[in-house]
């Protein structure tokens, strides 16, 4: 019975049809409210993001004929790519070359008659769920590594900001202690499990993969745990089956990520990989991890288009005979996060970039090995995984688009690769290193100082007394000096052009001087020597 089953299992096939057309695009397009939530339009207006034909959902009516269609089941659909996941025999998918509303057909055999894909699939999640023995601790080692710390005394603790969480299960997200804050604050909107099709993404209790990355983020226990974002809003997708690897699942989390999208979503986090499948002939190689073959690395790629920052772990593959990253990782337009330990040295196990991506892969890395995490159970343990580092990045991530509302999310990047600690030496390991988010901050911030042609500020570093030159019809109100941790200083009400200000008796380091104009505020980042 077993071997027949698996014969079954073998003749279905997977395949993406894609279709050639959609219902009512100029009418869509010129009423985005129809397709579109208003977070999502005011999202893409604020980055100059246009709205364009992959924001119309496909033609339902192409939907239900391909349902109708003999031996074929409808597992999943994208209006990014206007194509529909089917599931059936060779025979049955070939068939819907027929209907003349269907494009072209892309299997996930995409050589049914080549050999030499092989697996060696394994539990993704094994190493991630895997307890480190641990003294008692908190995840200060974790915040304090990449200086979110800093940016949360500025009151910078994601406010405002979406995150979408794409993962394989939330188990007790919805009752546990260390999301009371998240849930009392209504921060915790809707989700939905694409896998089993159910609006409670609560229901299944399979895996508890994603309650612990959401935790790194979002969790929040007086005294013992703090996520990188605790103030963030949070939409949850389970995308992955975790009892199964099959391309089906790339299709869920471009759907997921296309329903973020539409939902105004700043942030995907996506703790998850492919690369290897059940069925070797659909499993990828090394030279697929190119960052355009895989169908979710193509989906991540736009998802960056429509402006969404999508972070992503590099995988776990560093000790394996795989070693580099996983797809969509891969991608070009993801923010690839690779992992190390307390210490800030490459974690083994962390998955590799290579010459086969087009960018430098991983992008930076946090901590991954012995990573404090809260569990279905409100307990704080210590994991293993990428898993967890790509979550503390996309937390602190949301924290530097409260902080920096008016930059593009490629800007946002770059201000946190240049940061890191081997930013003018990548290498394939840690990438350009450990970020330092309170120096992302402080590099954004000062990108304001030419924001008037007018104005001057003088000298800089400065030593007594800093002058100021404002444009004349700026009807300054005030201006205020705070420490890095967010400490103010002194406070100054300014009505003139020209003006200065005392600094002498300051200790020498970094401050940020904020002035609070008629229509805007300007902040600079000050060195005092």
């Not at 007086?222 to 089906?248: C, I, K």
């Not at 040295?345 to 290579?354: I, V």
């Not at 991954?368 to 279905?376: C, I, K, W």
């Not at 800089?460 to 300054?476: E, R």
Request: proline share 4%; hydrophobic share 35%; charged share 15%.
């Amino acid at each position: 019975m077993l071997v027949l089953s698996q014969a079954f299992l073998y003749a279905q096939e997977d395949a993406w049809v894609y279709l050639t057309d959609k219902q009512n695009v100029s009418a869509s397009i010129s009423n985005p409210l129809t397709i579109l939530t208003q977070q999502s339009i005011n999202r893409k207006n604020a980055h100059g993001i246009p709205i364009d034909e992959r924001d119309v959902p496909v033609n339902e009516s192409y939907i239900s004929q391909l349902k109708s269609q003999p031996g074929i089941t409808v597992k999943a659909k994208s209006k990014w790519f206007n194509a529909v996941h089917v599931r059936g025999t060779e025979t049955d998918i070939n068939a819907l070359e027929n209907l003349g509303f269907v494009d072209h057909i892309d299997f996930a055999d995409r050589s049914l008659t080549t050999s030499g894909r092989t697996t060696n699939q394994q539990n993704k999640f094994e190493l991630e769920r895997t307890l480190v023995d641990f003294n008692y601790g908190t995840t200060q080692n974790q915040v304090e590594m990449i200086h979110i710390d800093d940016v949360h005394m500025m009151d910078y603790t994601g406010e405002g900001i979406i995150i979408a969480v794409l993962d394989a299960g939330f188990p007790n997200v919805n009752t546990i202690d260390a999301f009371q804050r998240l849930r009392d604050n209504g921060d915790l909107l809707n989700g939905y499990d694409f896998v089993d099709r159910n609006p409670n993404v609560y229901a299944y209790t399979g895996n508890t993969h994603g309650t612990k990355v959401l935790s790194t983020m979002a969790a929040y226990l007086q005294d013992l745990y703090v996520g990188t974002a605790p103030d963030a809003s949070y939409y949850l997708f389970r995308t992955e089956d975790a009892n199964s690897e099959n391309p089906v699942e790339e299709s869920y989390w471009v759907e997921a990520a296309e329903r973020a999208d539409s939902l105004g979503v700043h942030v995907i986090n996506s703790s998850l990989g492919y690369n290897t499948y059940d069925n070797p002939n659909y499993s990828y190689t090394t030279n697929d991890m190119d960052g355009t073959t895989a169908y979710i690395s193509k989906g991540a790629n736009i998802a960056a288009e429509k402006g969404i920052l999508v972070v992503n772990s590099a995988g776990n593959s560093g000790n394996s005979s795989w070693q580099i990253v996983t797809a969509p990782a891969d991608a070009p337009g993801v923010f690839t996060i690779g992992g190390v330990d307390s210490n800030g040295n490459y974690a083994s196990f962390s998955s590799q970039g290579s010459a086969i991506q087009p960018t430098q892969k991983p992008d930076v890395v946090a901590k991954a090995q012995g990573t404090y995490v809260v569990d279905e159970n409100n307990g704080i343990e210590s994991n293993n995984g990428t898993s967890f580092s790509s979550p503390i990045i996309a937390g602190s991530v949301a924290c530097l688009m409260q902080a920096l509302p008016n930059i593009t999310i490629d800007q946002i990047k770059q201000y946190v690769r240049q940061s890191a600690s081997q930013y003018t030496t990548p290498d394939y390991f840690l990438g350009y290193g450990i970020p330092d988010f309170g120096l992302a901050l402080a590099n954004g911030l000062s990108v304001n100082e030419n924001a008037f042609e007018t104005l001057k500020l003088y000298p800089n570093p400065v030593v007594g007394t800093l002058y100021l030159q404002l444009p004349s019809t700026s009807q300054t109100s005030q201006a205020s000096i705070f420490d890095v941790t967010g400490k103010l200083i002194l406070q100054k009400p300014i009505s003139n052009s020209f003006e200065t200000i005392d600094m002498s008796s300051l200790a020498s380091g970094l401050y940020l001087l904020n002035l609070q104009l008629k229509d805007s505020a300007l902040t600079f980042k000050l060195i005092k020597q």
